[in-house]
C-alpha cells in the first residue's frame, strides 16, 4: 500500500503541474520562453500558418546580367534565411528551396510582415571601415573595398537617382574594409540605460584579436560600421576593444532585432528580390480549428463511452487515464513548444486511440487470466506483465515511421510530415507512461481497497 501511496502521489504531482502548465495563468518566469532581448514571452499553444495565418514570401536569387550562380549558393541562402527567421520567432515556419534560383518561407503569425520580409532579403554583409579621414554619418551610402559596388547596388534597390549626393557623397571612392562580420561570436539586441535601443556583440578569439590591433592603434579616431554598404554608425574609438562592443544608433526595436539576427546569421551568399508576399488569412484556420476540435471531443467521447461500456470500473480508470494523457500532451506542447498544425492535431488524435489500444491490451489479458483461475491480484499483474511486448513492439514500430517521417520532412522542407510525426511520437511515448504506469497503479490502489475475494476482479471488470 505504501508503494501505491507513492504511486498515486506522483502521479498527482504531474497531473497537477501538466494542468498548471495548460491552463490560461500566469507563470513563473524560470518556466517561461524569451524573446530576442530577454523579455519572458507568455506560455501558450503554438499554431502554424494554415491554423492562425501568416505571411508566405517567395524570394528568388538577383544576380547581375551575365552572371551565374555558384554551386551550393542557394543551400547555404536557404540554411541562413532559415536561420534568420528562427531569430525571428517565428514558430514553425517553413523555409525551402523552389526549382534552382527561388526561396519560400511561411511566416505564421507575424506581427511586423515588412520589417520580417527585409531581414531575411537582406544580404546582410557587416562590415568594419576605416573612414580615412572622411565625415561618414548615418545613413550614408559608401563602397568598400568590400563591396565596391554597393552604392549603385542600393540606389537601384531603393529606386534613387546614381548620382544622389545626398545619399552617396563619396560615390566614386571604396573605402577600406578592415574586418567583415565574420568576426562576430553573437550579437543581441537590447536597451541601454536611456531605454535606447542598440545592439551588443562579442567577438570571437581571432576576431578579437583582430579588433584590438586596430583600435588600440585607432584610439579617439572613428571607426565606421556598415551594412550592406549603408553607414549603420561611426563611432568614437575611445579605448582599445578586444572581447565586445556595442552598435549605437537612433534605432527602433524592430529595426535593432533584424540588424542584430543579420549580424548572427551572417550574410546571404547571393542577393535576394521578393517575388510574391501573400498574407493568409485566418478565417480558414478558425474553421479548421472548430471543426477539428468538434470533431476530437465526439471521437473522444466516443471512445471514453466505449471503454466504459466494455470494462466498467478499469474502464473508467483508463477513462481517466486517458484525461490525464490529454493534459502531459498539451503541457510538453506549450513547454517544447510544439507548433500544431492540422496535421499536428491529426497525429495527436491518432495517438489518443493508440493508447486507448494499450488499455484494451491489458484488460483483455487481464480478462484470460482470471479465466484460467489465478486470484485477482495475481492476475492483474500478470494481466500487465504480459500484454506490455505486445504494446512495446507496436508502439516502437510506430515511434520508427515517426522518426522516418520527421527526418524525411525535415531534408525536404515538409512542415506537415514533421508536424505529425511529432505530435504521434510524443503521443506514443506518453500512451505507454499512462497505460502501463497510470492506469497499473489505479487497479493496483483500487483492488488493495477492496476485500480479498474470489470474484471481486470478474465483477469489476465485467467478467
Known amino acids: 500500500m505504501r508503494n501505491h501511496t507513492v504511486a498515486l502521489l506522483s502521479i498527482a504531482i504531474l497531473a497537477a503541474f501538466a494542468i498548471y502548465i495548460v491552463l490560461p495563468v500566469p507563470h513563473p518566469d524560470w518556466l517561461v520562453r524569451s524573446d530576442l532581448v530577454g523579455k519572458p514571452t507568455p506560455l501558450e499553444l503554438k499554431l502554424g500558418l494554415d491554423l492562425q495565418g501568416g505571411t508566405q514570401v517567395m524570394l528568388e536569387a538577383d544576380l547581375p546580367e551575365g552572371k551565374e550562380l555558384q554551386d551550393g549558393a542557394m543551400d547555404t541562402a536557404k540554411i541562413i534565411v532559415e536561420r534568420r527567421v528562427n531569430g525571428l520567432g517565428v514558430s514553425e515556419a517553413v523555409v525551402q528551396a523552389q526549382g ?7 511566416l505564421p503569425g507575424v506581427s511586423n510582415p515588412d520589417q520580417a520580409v527585409e531581414t531575411i532579403r537582406s544580404t546582410g554583409q557587416l562590415e568594419f571601415v576605416d573612414p580615412q579621414g572622411a565625415t561618414l554619418s548615418q545613413g550614408m551610402v559608401i563602397n568598400t573595398t568590400n563591396k565596391p559596388d554597393a552604392v549603385q547596388q542600393h540606389l537601384e534597390a531603393n529606386g534613387e537617382g546614381p548620382g544622389d549626393p545626398a545619399l552617396a557623397p563619396y560615390g566614386d571612392r571604396a573605402f577600406q574594409t578592415v574586418m567583415t562580420g565574420d568576426v562576430l561570436r553573437t550579437a543581441i ?3 541601454d540605460q536611456f531605454n535606447q535601443w542598440e545592439i551588443g556583440f562579442e567577438l570571437t578569439g581571432s576576431g578579437s584579436e583582430q579588433f584590438y590591433s586596430y583600435t588600440s592603434t585607432h584610439v579617439g579616431q572613428p571607426m565606421a560600421i556598415v551594412l550592406d554598404g549603408v553607414v549603420l554608425s561611426a563611432p568614437v574609438i575611445n579605448s ?24 548572427r546569421y551572417g550574410a546571404l551568399p547571393v542577393p535576394l528580390k521578393v517575388v510574391d508576399v501573400r498574407s493568409i488569412s485566418a478565417s480558414l484556420g478558425q474553421d479548421s480549428v472548430r471543426s477539428s476540435v468538434i470533431a476530437g471531443f465526439i471521437g473522444m467521447g466516443a471512445v471514453f463511452l466505449f471503454m466504459l ?11 481517466l487515464a486517458l484525461v490525464l494523457y490529454i493534459f502531459f500532451n498539451l503541457a510538453i506542447y506549450k513547454v517544447m513548444p510544439v507548433t500544431l498544425t492540422l496535421a499536428g492535431i491529426t497525429g495527436f488524435l491518432l495517438s489518443v486511440g493508440m493508447a486507448v489500444d494499450a488499455n484494451i491490451l491489458i484488460f483483455e489479458r487481464l480478462k484470460e487470466e482470471l479465466r484460467s483461475g489465478r486470484s485477482p491480484r495475481l492476475a492483474v499483474e500478470a494481466g500487465f506483465s504480459r500484454a506490455w511486448p505486445a504494446i512495446l513492439d507496436s508502439n516502437l514500430t510506430t515511434l520508427i515511421s515517426c522518426a522516418v517521417l520527421y527526418v524525411f520532412g525535415n531534408q525536404f522542407g515538409a512542415s506537415i510530415v514533421k508536424g505529425y510525426a511529432l505530435t504521434l511520437g510524443i503521443g506514443v511515448l506518453l500512451s505507454m507512461l499512462t497505460a502501463v504506469f ?22 469489476i471488470v465485467g467478467y
Not at 100 to 106: K, L, V
Open 100 to 106: 534552382e534560383s527561388r526561396i519560400t518561407a511561411e
Open 189 to 191: 539586441a537590447r536597451q
Open 240 to 263: 582599445a576593444i578586444r572581447d565586445q562592443g556595442v552598435i549605437t544608433g537612433q534605432f527602433s526595436r524592430d529595426e535593432a532585432e533584424s540588424l542584430a539576427i543579420q549580424m
Open 309 to 319: 461500456f466494455m470494462y466498467r470500473i478499469p474502464g473508467l480508470l483508463a477513462d
Open 438 to 459: 497510470v492506469t497499473r497503479s489505479f487497479m493496483r490502489t483500487l483492488l488493495g481497497s477492496r476485500p480479498q475475494q474470489d470474484h471481486s476482479a470478474q465483477t
